[in-house]
Each structure stands twice: as C-alpha cells, then as structure tokens.
T-cell receptor, first 113, second 116 residues
Framework: GNSVTQMEGPVTLSEEAFLTINCTYT??????LFWYVQYPGEGLQLLLK?????DKGSNKGFEATYRKETTSFHLEKGSVQVSDSAVYFC????????????FGKGTMLLVSP | DGGITQSPKYLFRKEGQNVTLSCEQN?????MYWYRQDPGQGLRLIYY???????QKGDIAEGYSVSREKKESFPLTVTSAQKNPTAFYLC???????????????FGQGTRLTVV
C-alpha cells in the first residue's frame, strides 16, 4: 500500500535559518504529492503541491521538488520566520480512480527569534 | 465564501454516550473524509465517501459510523464502542468524483473531543 515517511521533529531553528524537512514515499503508479501546514488548534491548509516528476511546487517562500528517482518530496525554505512555526505534513494521492490522501506523521517546526 | 465547516469546535462526552460531529461543505465536492489526529501519529482515515448514499471504511473505522444523505453533509458518530475516543477530528472534502490525483483536499477547523 501507499505510505509517506517524514523526518521526526521537532525541528528547532533560529529566525532566518535554512529549513529542510525530508519526505519520502511509497506508491503505485504516478502519485501527486502535497505539503500541508497546520497551525495550533486549526485544520490543515495546503501549502504546495506537485503532480508529476520534476515539478516544483512553491508558495510563501517554501519549495519542494517531485523526485521520482529517489521517491522524495523534501520541503525547503531559505529563511524561516517565527510565524512559520507549525506542523508540516507530507501527503500523497495515487493515480487510482478512487484514491484517498495518505499522510505522513507530521513534523513540528519551532522557530525562535 | 466557499468552505468546509465543522461543529462544534470542542465537545465533551461522558463514557457510554454516543456523540455526533457535524461536517458541512459548500464547495460542491463529491468526496468527503473523516480523519482522526493523535499526538505523534499524524492523520488516520476513519471513513470516506465518494458519492451520496455511499461510504467506505478507512483504516480505523471500528467504533465509528457515518452517513451521507446529502452531498453537503457527512456527519460522524462516535459510538460507545470506541474505547479511546479522545482526539482531534478533522473533516475534509475533495473533487472530482473521478478521483484525479492532482486535486487537493480542503479541511475544516476540526473538533476536539474529550471523554470525561
């Protein structure tokens, strides 16, 4: 079956540091890949997505590139802010007709001033 | 504004009681989902529905029930058979029916259920 593996957190950084959160996946066919963000006490919001190999998703300074050869979709940001503190979830949707979303366990990011 | 609404935000249940969590969407999405979130475990799928009057069990359906009588609504009942119901519950919706893999899910704000 499908699965998503994320690096365990928390990831603790100082403001303006470089961020990488690793995500690898196992899936059949050609899945679409997503990063969601969850702020405390709230639901999930889509951060970015990529739908085919070598696509790069980007939003609010965050980027992730769909690497089929390494089955990875690592999240990066060049300079984090305190307001980026949240839990980040990597997810995939496979190409079957009635697919559901499969999520990783989430990685908490804590950014200090 | 289009969106997905969960209510209530906080819910307290006595042991042995059934409770129902509401989820309504006005996005005209065919597919709806219920996830349970526990610390350190990510999101686990409880039930999902691809079309009105049809739904399927997810990975952790035991102790839960759902209905899908209207496209806009997908309520979740936590029954007394659920042994550890305290958790954060998230509802989501998605389109289209054909399940194109590149469409993202939209989430509600969640309901925090506590057994007292």
């Amino acid at each position: 079956g499908n699965s998503v593996t994320q690096m365990e957190g928390p990831v603790t950084l100082s403001e303006e540091a470089f961020l990488t959160i690793n995500c690898t996946y196992t899936a059949t066919g050609y899945p679409s890949l997503f990063w969601y963000v969850q702020y405390p006490g709230e639901g999930l919001q889509l951060l970015l997505k990529a739908t085919k190999a070598d696509d790069k998703g980007s939003n609010k300074g965050f980027e992730a590139t769909y690497r089929k050869e390494t089955t990875s979709f690592h999240l990066e940001k060049g300079s984090v802010q305190v307001s980026d503190s949240a839990v980040y979830f990597c997810a995939l949707s496979d190409s079957s007709g009635y697919s559901t979303l499969t999520f990783g366990k989430g990685t908490m990011l804590l950014v200090s001033p | 504004d289009g969106g997905i609404t969960q209510s209530p935000k906080y819910l307290f249940r006595k042991e042995g009681q059934n409770v129902t969590l509401s989820c309504e969407q006005n996005l005209n999405h065919d597919a709806m989902y219920w996830y349970r979130q526990d610390p350190g475990q990510g999101l686990r799928l409880i039930y999902y529905s691809q079309i009105v009057n049809d739904f399927q069990k997810g990975d952790i359906a035991e102790g839960y029930s759902v209905s899908r009588e209207k496209k806009e609504s997908f309520p979740l009942t936590v029954t007394s058979a659920q042994k550890n119901p305290t958790a954060f519950y998230l509802c989501a919706s998605r389109n289209p029916l054909t399940g194109a893999s590149n469409t993202e899910a939209f989430f509600g704000q969640g309901t925090r259920l506590t057994v007292v």
